[in-house]
Every structure is written in C-alpha cells, then in structure tokens.
C-alpha cells in the first residue's frame, strides 16, 4: 500500500462532522473511500481502476456523486 495515498488521522478528525452516522449495514471506512477519490482524482483513473485497498470501487464513485450533491 505504499504508493496509496491515505488521509492521517488528523487529517479526518477534521473533516469528519461532515460525514452522516452509519446505519445498517457496516459501511466501507469514509478515511477509506474518501483516499480512494483523491486518488483516482489525483491520478486521472476511471473509477474502476481504483485499487481495491479503498474499497469497491461502486462505493466509491456512489459516495463521490452523493458527497458531490451535499456540496
């Protein structure tokens, strides 16, 4: 996971108030998914070729358009 890019800790303590309470069924890691967006930005990728390190990459781009309509 070395050339991952993944927030800190500190990174997410201020930034998440943002993100809603889980219900239901145990969601992928917000520090997680959000990696994985920056990453795919950052890199120019499809969705699709995110590394699977950040999770499905579905949940990605679903909270990436979900994120994105919140402002």
Known sequence: ????????????????SY????????RVDDRR???GILFVIRNGLR??????DYGPYKTIYNRFI????LG
Not at 47 to 52: K, T
């Open 47 to 52: 969705w699709r070729d995110v590394p699977s």
């Open 66 to 69: 979900r994120w994105s309509r």
């Open 19 to 26: 993100f809603p309470l889980s219900h239901g069924v145990p």
């Open 1 to 16: 996971m070395s050339d991952l890019l993944m927030l800190t800790p500190e990174q997410m303590r201020r930034i998440e």
């Open 33 to 35: 998914v959000l990696s």
